[in-house]
């Protein structure tokens, strides 16, 4: 018997809660970073049960290419962070306010 | 076969203007002036050659159209660099290149030591080379190029010391009003090419029999609107007693040869446009003369002897409009030709007056009985005053005769009497400035001096022509002037009306005497004139005041032009205009300050804002479907 299809979704939220508040309460980069990831998973996990669901690999695909794309701003983004922590001897996002209007 | 000289009559002016304008500090002392003054005589020179040129063929043969190059080519309407040579463009610029020589010469002395003393010159060889533009001109925007030209150095040269405030109003004033006059012959030019398709002379001047009355007479008064202008006739005269304000040999410049001599020539040339119409040439007539008494009346009234000049200057050029609206053509052109001597003589012997003078004294009532001091000036003077109250045998006699005579000769004896009533008043005001300046009891200080030789040679050089000019014409009908001039604007009318030439001549010197002792019982006998100045101070200002034409002017439409300017640029510009842009600028302001508070700097708080707008959207989707 095949697991539901809710299961996935389920965790996939959670996923992406524990992401997003992630996101929103963590000061240093790098966490932040990490939080940004695990949304990006939960997402993955949901293209994936999509795709098992409806028997379309279309979702998979773009599962792949979102996996992809996330190598690449990972290594982008950690650049940025690295280059932030020499600068300022921090990695808390809150010290980088320069663009305060 | 063409004339090879004629561009470089044009061309030797224009070079001097550049040559001096370019280099001009690098020429030390009065190098300059002579450079000039060289130039503007070797014009003369050539154009002694081409009359030369012209005199050895026959009557019908003497025209010579050099082209130079195609100026314009647009469509239909080609315009040439084209210079024409003919009896009349010959004499005009004969008179123009000869007597501005002498002006240059003068100027060296007179201009001696200015700091601009280089670009003076270059400025008087500018004037002559648009004025030569302007005469020898083969079609009408040719022309007009030379006629625009001419307003340009009558501005530069009317404010040549700009410092002074009177100078630079003066000289626009001079700008402003001329340009009426011209905006009128452009237009008039481009209905002579919409009637014509063409604005060279000889197709337009060969087919203007056939225009319509109607149409003829609008290109005519157009074309007589911008006469009015440059030639200071009413009602747009009002600038050239301003005009003053620029250095003497300026004056004499633009009243004797290069400018407002222009609008007789601009008549004479067109008169077959003038002609076709009949009323254009009544009109032209009768504004000459009303011109000519209202001048001669304003002339009596001048205490400046400049001032006294320019309505002198403004009420003969009348008489010359007057000749040409008679049909007098070649008349008129004779009185151009002899003005021009014993015009720039008058303002050539002012301007060694007020050099003699301290502080540049102008005012007559502060001169008389210079005589003895300066008897050069005051000899010399005294020729152009007898030639232009018409006295034989000085040249002013036989033309302003000449002129007058031709009211009569065609049965207008009204014109006629009223030209001789101009006449008469030219000779009281000229004799009034003679005697005012030269005979009577001495009323100046300091301790006049003769001029300069330079100022005295172009004296007398000048009188020699006031004296003698009068050989070019001495019957209306059979005088060299006149036959010469015959192929250009045809044959002198007999006289089929009034009295014989003989006994319109006494006539004319019997008006002539009787002007001339007017002013000498009034300003050498008994009479205590300055107790009659007193006594009559409302209607002299009236006369000094030229009729208050110029102040109803500055009433009517400089007053309320000013007011309304000062009103769209205190009050509309600075309260709608700027009110607009300065409101839209702060309301953007307002705006920015207020959207600034949400950029924090803070990530997370972006973060919070993509959460929500996410969430927004969400929701919006979940509402809908």
């Known amino acids: 018997m095949r697991t539901p299809i809710s299961y996935f979704l389920v965790v996939s939220v959670l996923l992406f809660t524990v992401g997003t508040v992630g996101v929103l309460i963590r000061k240093n980069a790098l966490l932040i970073f990490m939080s940004v990831e695990l949304q990006l998973n ?49 990695a808390d996002v809150d010290d980088a306010s320069l663009l305060r209007g | 076969m063409s004339l090879p000289l004629t561009p470089f009559i044009v061309l030797l002016p224009l070079a001097g203007a550049a040559i001096l304008l370019l280099t001009g500090k690098r020429w030390p002392g009065s190098s300059a002036g002579v450079l000039a003054s060289t130039l503007v005589g070797g014009s003369f020179v050539l154009s002694v050659i081409t009359l030369f040129g012209l005199l050895g063929r026959s009557g019908s043969d003497r025209l010579a159209v050099t082209h130079l190059w195609t100026w314009i080519h647009v469509g239909t309407l080609t315009v040439s660099v084209d210079f024409r040579v003919d009896p009349l463009s010959i ?51 040719l022309l007009y190029l030379g006629w625009e030209g001419v307003g340009l150095c009558s501005y530069l040269l009317i404010g040549f010391w700009f410092e002074r405030r009177a100078a630079a109003f003066a000289a626009k004033k001079a700008f402003i009003v001329t340009r009426i006059g011209d905006s009128a012959f452009l237009i008039g030019i481009v209905f002579i090419w919409l009637k014509f398709h063409s604005l060279s002379f000889a197709t337009v001047f060969g087919r203007a029999h056939g225009l319509a009355s109607g149409t003829a007479t609008i290109i005519a008064l157009l074309l007589f609107a911008g006469a009015c202008g440059k030639s200071a006739q009413l009602p747009l005269h009002v600038w050239l007693p301003d005009a003053m304000e620029g250095p003497t040999p300026v004056s004499a410049l633009i009243h004797a040869a ?130 232009m109250a018409g006295i034989p045998p000085f040249a002013g006699f036989f ?88 192929p250009v604007v045809g044959s002198v009318a007999e006289a089929t009306h009034g009295l014989s030439e003989l006994w319109l001549a006494v006539v004319s010197v019997v008006v002539a005497m009787v002007g001339i002792g007017l002013a000498a ?105």
């Open chain 1, 42 to 90: 939960a997402v993955n996990l949901a293209l994936v049960a999509f795709s098992r669901q409806l028997g379309n690999l279309t979702g998979q695909v773009l599962a792949f290419f979102s996996m992809v794309v996330a190598a690449a701003e990972v290594v982008v983004g950690l650049a940025i962070i690295v280059s932030l922590y020499r600068k300022r001897r921090s």
């Open chain 2, 91 to 141: 004499v005009m610029a004969m008179t123009v290149t000869g007597v501005a020589a002498l002006i240059h010469v003068y100027s060296i002395d007179y201009m001696q030591g200015d700091p601009r003393f280089p670009r003076f010159f270059a400025y008087l060889n500018l004037f002559v080379f648009f004025m030569l533009t302007l005469v020898l001109a083969d079609n009408f925007l």
């Open chain 2, 258 to 387: 290069t400018m407002v001599t222009a609008g007789v020539y601009l008549v004479v040339r067109t008169h077959p446009i003038f002609e076709a119409s009949g009323t254009a040439l009544t009109v032209v007539a009768v504004v000459g003369i009303v011109t000519a008494i209202y001048a001669g009346f304003s002339a009596i009234g001048q205490d400046d002897i400049k001032r006294l000049l320019a309505y002198s200057t403004i009420s003969q050029i009348g008489f010359m409009m007057f000749g040409a609206g008679v049909r007098a053509y070649a008349a008129a052109i004779f009185l151009l030709v002899t003005h021009a001597f014993f015009k720039a003589l008058l303002f050539l012997g002012a301007g060694s007056v007020m050099h003699a003078l301290p502080g540049d004294e102008t005012d007559m009532t502060s001169m008389g009985g210079l005589r003895a001091a300066m008897p050069i000036t005051g000899a010399t003077w005294t020729i152009a005053a007898l030639a």
């Open chain 2, 399 to 486: 033309s302003k005769d000449q002129v007058v005579a031709a009211a009569s000769g065609a049965g207008r004896y009204g014109l006629w009497a009223a030209a001789l009533f101009g006449a008469l008043l030219t000779a009281v005001y000229i004799s009034r400035a003679t005697f005012l300046t030269f005979y009577g009891k001495p009323r100046f200080r300091g301790h006049p001096h003769e001029p300069a030789f330079r100022m005295r040679l172009a004296l007398v050089l000048l009188a020699m022509g006031a004296f003698a000019g009068g050989a070019l014409g001495i019957t209306a009908t059979n005088g060299i002037l006149a036959k010469f001039l015959r």
């Open chain 2, 521 to 625: 019982f009034v300003y050498l006998g008994k009479v205590d004139w300055q107790a009659l100045r007193v006594r009559f101070a409302g209607p002299k200002r009236l006369l000094q005041r030229g009729f208050y034409v110029n102040d109803a002017y500055n009433g009517l439409l400089v007053a309320p032009g000013q007011a309304a300017a000062a009103f769209l640029a205190y009050v509309f510009d600075a309260r709608v205009v700027d009110g607009a842009v300065n409101g839209l600028g702060t309301l953007f302001r307002a705006a920015a300050g207020a959207g600034r508070r949400v950029q924090t700097g803070l990530v997370r708080n972006y973060a919070l804002g993509v959460l929500a707008g996410a969430v927004g959207v969400l929701v919006y989707l979940a509402v809908r479907f």
